[in-house]
């Protein structure tokens, strides 16, 4: 069974740095498209970065030039770096797995963000 774990989020000043982690379990890691998704109250769920298994990126614009997702086949991880929060970057965000054979979606339980003075 796939599992996905996040860690890393908290509070954090405006202007500050966050690294999330998600750990993956229970499936083959590095043939899955990972990815990182927010949800702040009362709006829905967004992309914020998405790796592919060959390593290609995307971003939202909101985010580009201040966040960076990565991967590291061998741990089983997907990293995103937080620089530059701004108030806006407030949600929980969620650890995201496309499935390379089924396009089914996985999620983890998220981790939240508070970006605050």
């Known amino acids: 069974q796939v599992q996905l774990a996040e860690s890393g989020g908290g509070l954090v000043q405006p202007g500050g740095s966050l690294r999330l982690s998600c750990a993956a379990t229970?499936?083959?890691?590095?043939?899955?498209?990972m990815g990182w998704y927010r949800q702040a109250p009362g709006k829905q769920r967004e992309l914020v970065a998405r790796?592919?298994?060959?390593?290609?990126?995307d971003y939202a614009d909101s985010v580009k030039g201040r966040f960076t997702i990565s991967r590291d086949d061998a741990k089983n991880m997907v990293y995103l770096q937080m620089n530059s929060l701004k108030s806006e970057d407030t949600a929980v965000y969620l650890c995201?797995?496309?499935?390379?054979?089924?396009?089914?979606?996985?999620w983890g339980q998220g981790t939240e963000v508070t970006v605050s003075s």
């Open positions: 790796i592919t298994s060959g390593g290609n990126t």
């Open positions: 995201n797995l496309q499935s390379g054979f089924t396009l089914r979606d996985y």
């Open positions: 229970g499936t083959i890691f590095r043939l899955h498209t």
